[in-house]
Nanobody
Framework: QVNLVESGGGLVQAGGSLRLSCTAS????????MGWFRQAPGKEREFVAA????????YYTDSVKGRFTISRDNAKNTVYLEMNSLKPEDTAVYYC??????????????????????WGQGTQVTVSS
């Protein structure tokens, strides 16, 4: 069992930056693939980024490539999402997720929200124009 708590959301102007953090409690954090999804009002929840337990596989949705970076510190049981050059369309609730089933060779399965058994409560990110 893993409990995920996000922090770092807030209000920022377009072009600005934010760093989201997600701290996990529970055993064997280093065995979990970790990632982020987001959901904007009236839209489906969508994949943002993920990183395998080893760090050997990293995935981003096309709209954030080159702007967002996912990283993890297994010693601190924490995963981060560094978000730069933020746009109003990045406005959403951001959810931290964890999976025990995804590995370095899971490929497109990382984009499927059903692969993640554990979800945080979400943190709001609002980007003003």
């Amino acid at each position: 069992q893993v409990n995920l708590v996000e922090s770092g959301g807030g209000l920022v102007q377009a072009g600005g930056s934010l760093r989201l953090s997600c701290t996990a409690s529970g055993r064997a954090f280093s065995n979990y693939a970790m990632g982020w999804f987001r959901q904007a009002p009236g839209k489906e929840r969508e994949f943002v980024a993920a990183r395998s337990w080893s760090g050997g596989a990293v995935y981003y949705t096309d709209s954030v490539k080159g702007r967002f970076t996912i990283s993890r510190d297994n010693a601190k049981n924490t995963v981060y999402l560094e978000m730069n050059s933020l746009k109003p369309e990045d406005t959403a609730v951001y959810y931290c997720v964890a999976s025990l089933t995804l590995g370095d060779y899971s490929g497109s399965y990382y984009y499927n929200k059903d692969e993640y058994a554990y979800w945080g409560q979400g943190t709001q990110v609002t980007v003003s124009s």
